[in-house]
């Protein structure tokens, strides 16, 4: 079985400054690792994603995130933080090719918030 | 439609009552996902349909939860006899069926139970 560490519940940044998300993953085979952004009172939205090729990913509103086996991570990056970035981001893992269960596991959520 | 839509987007009830929460996916997806998002858990994935049946039901947390899907479309999830603990926000997520995990997620249902 799969599973997703995601290190902070909350990070705070000031405007402008590197955002850095932090995701690790456990799994017996190789991955699909996922980023999704949930704003406040909506639904989660995908970010970007990794499934195979180059390890480095680039997402919507200028985020992206690296896939590195030998550490088992996935973090996500934007160079500088925008007050709209501000929302809870979910990393997950995937091993499946079907859905169900192993379609995807998610981490509890890493919670943005952007200072003025 | 051009999204996934959940309904009703907020439900107070008291403890005992029984639920439903309906979920209405994108046109033409065949996958369904009914997953839970309480405060500090994350998402839990609760139950998965391929067109009608659903060949995992491993999340649902007690017999006390059901869900069914009808032409492969709109999908209902029933909580019966419910629990304070059952107050969650609960998602709905469809997608094209070959999974490539871009799940398009609705708005939610927020559920308290009083």
């Known amino acids: 079985a799969q599973s997703v560490t995601q290190l902070g519940s909350h990070v705070s940044v000031s405007e402008g400054a590197l955002v850095l998300l932090r995701c690790n993953y456990s799994s017996s085979v190789p991955p699909y690792l996922f980023w999704y952004v949930q704003y406040p009172n909506q639904g989660l939205q995908l970010l970007l994603k990794?499934?195979?090729?180059?390890?480095l990913v680039k997402g919507i509103n200028g985020f992206e995130a690296e896939f590195k086996k030998s550490e088992t991570s996935f973090h996500l990056t934007k160079p500088s933080a925008h007050m709209s970035d501000a929302a809870e981001y979910f990393c997950a893992v995937s091993v499946g090719s079907g859905g169900g269960a192993d379609g995807l596991t998610f981490g509890k959520g890493t919670h943005l918030i952007i200072q003025p | 439609g051009a999204g996934v839509s959940q309904s009703p987007s907020n439900k107070v009830t008291e403890k005992g009552k029984d639920v439903e929460l309906r979920c209405d996916p994108i046109?033409?997806?065949?996958?369904l996902y009914w997953y839970r998002q309480s405060l500090g858990q994350g998402l839990e994935f609760l139950i998965y349909?391929?067109?009608?049946?659903?060949?995992?039901k491993s999340g649902l947390p007690s017999d006390r939860f059901s869900a069914e899907r009808t032409g492969g479309s709109v999908s209902t999830l029933t909580i019966q006899r419910t629990q304070q603990e059952d107050s969650a926000v609960y998602l709905c997520?469809?997608?094209?069926?070959?999974?490539?995990?871009?799940?398009?997620f609705g708005e939610g249902s927020r559920l308290t139970v009083l």
């Open positions: 349909f391929q067109g009608n049946s659903a060949p995992d």
């Open positions: 046109s033409g997806h065949t996958a």
């Open positions: 990794y499934t195979t090729g180059a390890t």
């Open positions: 997520a469809s997608s094209l069926g070959t999974f490539t995990g871009e799940l398009f």
